[in-house]
């Protein structure tokens, strides 16, 4: 424990933050455009923050960042877990 905090191990980011490729088949599917989600998000989130974790320069995006992204691609929540990214990946993969 660090400065008082518990870790959390049950959601280790190792590379990139699994979240970011959920989102980024999500938007492929629906071709969706990063303007499009700007905009439907209030442009609360830069095209240019979207463009660095498609091409993997974030790494670790904030939380409150992610869900916006999440709500603009109309997900209802955001799937923490490996069975919940995977059920919804499994629903977009097919689009």
Do not use: F
């Not at 959390?8 to 999500?26: C, E, F, K, R, S």
């Amino acid at each position: 424990m660090a400065n008082g905090y518990k870790k959390l191990t049950y959601y280790v980011v190792h590379n990139q933050d699994p979240m970011i490729g959920v989102l980024h088949t999500i938007k492929k599917s629906g071709k969706v455009k990063d303007s499009e989600i700007r905009k439907s998000s209030g442009e609360n989130i830069a095209t240019s923050t979207m463009g660095n974790w498609w091409k993997g320069k974030t790494k670790r995006p904030q939380l409150a960042t992610i869900a916006t992204c999440a709500l603009s691609l109309g997900l209802q929540s955001i799937p923490l877990t490996a069975e919940g990214r995977k059920k919804v990946l499994d629903k977009y993969k097919g689009s």
